[in-house]
Each structure stands twice: as C-alpha cells, then as structure tokens.
C-alpha cells in the first residue's frame, strides 16, 4: 500500500506532539501470556518502508522490555523487499524469523511457496495469545486476507486500506443534492455536479493504465462478482462489463480533463483544489485533505462508504499483514512479536497518527482511542461502517502486476470511446494464459 506513504509522512510532519497522552486511557492488553518465556532469543524482523514500518521501529524497545527478546529491523522499500523476499524464503533459509507482506500482491505467492508458517495453533494456545485477539475482533477481509482456504493462519492481519467516496458538501449543497446511496445516484449526481465551463466536475478516479484496474474492480463487487473466482477470470462476464461501462461513463462524462493520465495524485490534488465534487479511492489519502495548509476544503470533506451496487454494497479492500517464517527456528518468539504488533495498544498508534488503519474492530470502537484521532469522526465512522462491508477488491493470484497492466490497457481505451465488451473480452483472452502458467496448468 506504497501510495499513501508520501501524503502521511507530508501530514503529519507537523503531528509529532502526539504522544503517549493520546491514548493513555487505553490499558495495554498483554495480560496471561508468559511474554518472558522466550528471554534472551534475538529475532530478524523484516519491515516494508512505511508508516507501520516506522511505528514498529518507533515502540520496539517495548516489546524488547516487555519480552526480554532482542529485536533487529530493517525497513526496504517495497519492491525491494520483495524481491529480497522471494530469494530468501524459496532458498528455504530466509535470514529474517518476521516478515511484513502486503496482501494484496503476495497473498498466494507466499501460500504457494509454503513461506509462512502456520499460526493456527499458537492462537489456540492461551500461554501464547492473549484472550482478546480472536477471529471476531477481525474485519472479514483480514480474515480472507490472513487465511488460506484451508483456514489455516499464514500471519496475522495488520493494517487495512479501504477504499471510500470523498465528497465535497459545499458543491453538494449548492446544487441541492443529497450523498448518494447507490450507483445510480452516484451517476446521477456526478453529472449534475459537473460544469465544465466553471471548471467543476462530479466525480473522478484513477484512469491511468495499471492504476486504473482497482477503480474498475471496486465497482464490479457492486454488481455481486470479483475478478477471479476460485481460479476463474470473470473479467469477461455480464457484471465485468456493466462495471466497465459505468467506469467509462463516469470517467467520460464528469470526469476532468486528462483523466487518462491520472494516478492517485492527480485525482487528490484535483479534489484538494475544490474542483471535483466525488473522488474514489483509499481512505488513507485523508489526511491532507484536512491540512490548512495543502487544502482548500477543510471542513467541507464528506467521507462516505462506497454507495450499494445494483447487487451489493462493498467496500473495495487493500491491506498487509506479519507473519513468521517458515524457515524460522524461532517461531514461538516470532508469534510473539506478531501479536504485540497488532495488539491494542499499537493498533490506537497506527490509527491515532495515521500510519495506517488496524484491522481490529475493538480498536476502531474504542472510544479512549478514537479520542486521539487527529481525523473528523465520520472519517474513523467510515472506517467501521466499511468494515462491516469489506471484500477484497484485487484478485488473490501471483501475476497481480500483470493482472492490473493487462486490464488496465482496456479501462484506458474505454475513456477514448472503445466498446466495453470488446475490450474486456480481449484482456480477458490475453490474460487467460498468464493466469494459467501462473498456477502451472
């Protein structure tokens, strides 16, 4: 989840005065577990460049104090990472005990290569895993992400990226129209909130080519369908293709000028300006959009969960997670680490900074944490509301970058006029054998 690093770290360089007093009510859950019974082991930690990656770093004397474990971690890039990642754990010896995956991408690379170790039963065990990290406290895309289909644990979930609908009320208000509540309304709106010849525009998203595919993906869950299910592209199905008109409507219609060539930066800075009344993408853009200092609609951002398609409503779902080595000689002690890193009390630092959002429910709810979140109260309000809708948005296959250039290259020629039907049964066709040599068949 690289692209919301630049605008956080941009943020909240002038947010270090929160401290510890930001959720001193909360009272760290690391009762019943024997956090010393591994005393004097020393764990590798391998960490992706990130927000989370800086806060583990931040607070690792804790867990060093409360453990008696000697931590040693190191933070790279993310591409880099996974390339050190994959040489690593397919030798067998990987160098690292803990390792900090993004989901999303390497989801059934690592279930594939067996990479992970299974923490199924340490969470069954009540001398490892403290009562309140349950199945429940989990949004059901953690689960779907930190699960095989086995239900078997390759890691615990970390932190999530849903993608919401930022919506400028000023512009709402001056046309008399209400949020939208369906993908209909969201049309409707959209065009009657567009006037070119005043500079303003209804809606906008990602239509650059690669980045374009989630947008497109977030609006088939609408419609009942995933991209891939079990193993199966339905890139070229009715619902595939309805999500692509729409895309295509929305995008050629209120869209602003340019869109073509629009990654996440381009639709913030739009939205950001006061030009664009409805932006699509992840909730952890957020936080410039209440900066004073890089925006001109503070106070007037909306945030509201992705409308209800003609089938469902879903809200579109990123996120990573940390897991323990297969390789690893220190499983035990590794679990260890885990579990503090997702717990409470590091789950209301993620959240309160925003280095990221946790997974968790109980944190979410808490109202001790949320007392510390620099974001308005409907932004952490959307954040549980979402949860309760979350489904994964990209497909759970190795050949994810492929995936996203392939069917990027169709969502693009839609917004120069291309038919949708034909373009997403051509990507379709050129993606099939990539998926295939992917799973070996």
Not at 68 to 85: D, M
Not at 109 to 130: C, I, M, N, R, V
Request: with cysteine; hydrophobic share 40%.
């Amino acid at each position: 989840m690289r692209r919301i690093q630049p605008t956080r770290r941009q943020f909240l360089a002038g947010s270090a005065a929160l401290g510890a007093a930001s959720f001193a009510g909360l009272k760290p859950a690391f009762a019943n577990v024997d956090w010393k019974k591994y005393a004097g082991t020393t764990l590798e930690v391998n960490l992706i460049k990130s927000p989370r990656g800086d806060i583990l770093q931040k607070y690792q004397k804790e867990f060093e104090e409360l453990t008696g474990i000697k931590v040693n971690s190191e933070q790279t890039p993310e591409q880099q990472q996974r390339q050190k990642a994959v040489i690593e754990l397919t030798s067998g010896k990987p160098s690292f005990d803990v390792i900090h995956i993004s989901y999303h991408v390497q989801k059934r690379q690592f279930e594939k290569g067996g990479w992970l170790a299974d923490l199924t039963p340490f969470l069954k065990d009540p001398s490892l895993t403290e009562p309140s990290l349950v199945e429940s406290d989990f949004a059901e895309a953690g689960l779907a992400f930190a699960k095989d289909k086995n239900g078997r644990f390759g890691g615990l979930p970390f932190s999530v990226d849903y993608w919401i609908l930022y919506w400028n009320k000023e512009l709402f208000a001056a046309k008399g129209i209400e949020y939208p509540k369906s993908f209909d309304e969201l049309v409707s709106a959209a065009e009657k909130l567009t006037d070119a010849s005043k500079g303003t525009y209804g809606f906008v998203a990602r239509g650059m080519k690669n980045a374009n595919t989630p947008v497109w993906a977030s609006l088939m869950l609408g419609y009942g369908k995933s991209t891939i299910d079990d193993g199966n592209l339905q890139t070229d199905t009715p619902e595939a293709i309805q999500a692509a008109t729409l895309y295509q409507r929305l995008m050629t219609k209120s869209a602003p000028p340019g869109v073509t060539g629009f990654n996440w930066a381009e639709c913030q800075s739009n939205f950001l300006q006061g030009k664009v009344a409805m932006w699509l993408d992840g909730i952890g853009f957020a936080p410039p959009l209440e900066n004073p200092e890089k925006s001109r609609v503070v106070g007037k951002v909306g945030y509201g969960v992705m409308p209800k398609g003609p089938a469902v409503q879903a809200a579109p779902t990123f996120g990573d997670g940390i897991g323990v080595t297969e390789g690893s000689s220190k499983k035990e002690a590794a679990y260890l680490y885990c579990q503090w890193a997702i717990s409470k009390q590091m789950g209301a630092r993620l959240l309160q900074t925003g280095s990221g959002v946790p997974f968790r429910n109980s944190i979410l709810n808490d109202p001790e944490v949320r007392k510390g979140v620099t974001m308005p109260s409907e932004w952490v309000d959307v954040l549980t509301a979402s949860a309760k809708v979350s489904q994964l948005c990209l497909p759970v296959i190795v050949p994810v970058t492929e995936f996203r250039d392939v069917m990027g290259v169709g969502l693009t020629n839609l917004l120069g006029g291309a038919d949708p039907a034909t373009e997403m049964k051509r990507a379709t066709e050129e993606f099939r054998p990539i998926l295939a040599r992917s799973e070996g068949k």
